[in-house]
């Protein structure tokens, strides 16, 4: 079983939402890094958005800046990306990482933790 688990994932229509949530699932320990990541078919995984957990600073990819949100529930562990407007070219198997560390840069592919990922599909 894997110790971060993915959820919020469907099909939408250009200019759609959708919420992703990542929750732990098992064991859990403090998560100082936590990020999202996609990879479309035939396609190298990116980094879309992640945060420092401690500091409270979040990071996003420029294709996605103005248009993704990533938000907190400390008390529950939860990770959220709030993605709004979306386009064709973010249809991707989306992917929740964390790590007990620091990972800098944030959107290096180096996190410990994965979840399972959640299919983002945007078409009309």
């Known amino acids: 079983p894997r110790s971060l688990v993915e959820s919020g994932g469907g099909s939408v229509q250009p200019g759609g939402s959708l919420t992703l949530s990542c929750a732990p699932s098992g064991a859990t320990y403090g998560r100082n890094s936590m990020a999202w990541f996609r990879q479309a078919p035939g396609k190298e995984r990116e980094a879309v958005a992640g945060i420092f957990v401690g500091g409270g600073i979040a990071y996003y990819a420029a294709s996605v800046e103005g248009r993704f949100t990533l938000s907190q529930d400390n008390a529950k562990n939860t990770l959220y990306l709030q993605m709004n407007n979306l386009k064709p070219e973010d249809t991707a198997m989306y992917y929740c990482?964390?790590?007990?560390?620091?990972?800098?840069?944030?959107?290096?592919?180096?996190?410990?933790?994965w979840g399972q990922g959640t299919q983002v599909t945007v078409s009309s």
């Open positions: 990482a964390a790590d007990r560390l620091l990972v800098v840069p944030w959107d290096s592919p180096t996190y410990s933790d």
